[in-house]
T-cell receptor, first 116, second 116 residues
Framework: KNQVEQSPQSLIILEGKNCTLQ??????????LRWYKQDTGRGPVSLTI?????NTKSNGRYTATLDADTKQSSLHITASQLSDSASYIC???????????????FGTGTLLAVQP | SQTIHQWPATLVQPVGSPLSLECTVE??????LYWYRQAAGRGLQLLFY??????ISSEVPQNLSASRPQDRQFILSSKKLLLSDSGFYLC???????????????FGEGSWLTVV
């Protein structure tokens, strides 16, 4: 069964600190893995997308890693800011790369709260 | 630049009433279009996707339907709403790989539906 599990479910950190969010998946065939940031009541915004051959990808203070052997990904946030408070969603695409019918399997997200 | 508009942003509808959520995309041609639902505390669930005008695929059996009357217009409808239809509905689009797309999905701002 295709599944995406994220941990922790929620996290509270102080402004300026770093944090790492985890994503484990059992998806076959694997196409790519994405991280999205979703502010409360808003649509998700893409942070990174990685294919099988990519181990790491950065977007500003966000760095995502992918270990296709262990089927794990992490999202590292450096020097957190108050505006980082949001839900972070890991999404794995199953199927032929680029197809409109690729099935996206969504994690339930990690809710991050950055406090001053 | 490409933009996606989704409306209404919030609505409260009685059980048994009809529903129409509309989504339009600007700045691109022949996009893949999607409707997702996000129930409270749960991940995003794909409801419908479309690769062209009049071409609609449904992912899950449900009380809802979708239509694509124009290239960049996607409509989510119901003839009679159920309580279980309450949730956060997200329209999304992507550029098909054949048109140079990178398989990124871009989400709209979402519509909060409460069925009472």
């Amino acid at each position: 069964k295709n599944q995406v599990e994220q941990s922790p479910q929620s996290l509270i950190i102080l402004e300026g600190k770093n944090c790492t969010l985890q994503c484990n998946y059992t998806v076959s065939p694997f196409s790519n893995l994405r991280w999205y940031k979703q502010d409360t009541g808003r649509g998700p915004v893409s942070l990174t997308i990685m294919t099988f051959s990519e181990n790491t990808k950065s977007n500003g203070r966000y760095t995502a890693t992918l270990d296709a052997d262990t089927k794990q990904s992490s999202l590292h946030i450096t020097a957190s800011q108050l505006s980082d408070s949001a839900s972070y969603i890991c999404v794995v695409s199953a199927g032929r790369y680029g197809g409109a019918t690729n099935k996206l399997i969504f994690g339930t997200g990690t809710l991050l709260a950055v406090q001053p | 630049s490409q933009t996606i508009h989704q409306w209404p942003a919030t609505l409260v509808q009685p059980v048994g009433s009809p529903l129409s959520l509309e989504c339009t995309v600007e700045g691109t041609s022949n996009p893949n279009l999607y409707w997702y639902r996000q129930a409270a505390g749960r991940g995003l669930q794909l409801l419908f996707y479309s690769v062209g005008i009049g071409q609609i695929s449904s992912e899950v059996p449900q009380n809802l339907s979708a239509s694509r009357p124009q290239d960049r217009q996607f409509i989510l409808s119901s003839k009679k709403l159920l309580l279980s239809d309450s949730g956060f509905y997200l329209c999304a689009w992507s550029v098909p790989l054949g048109q140079g797309g990178r398989n990124t999905i871009y989400f709209g701002e979402g519509s909060w539906l409460t069925v009472v």
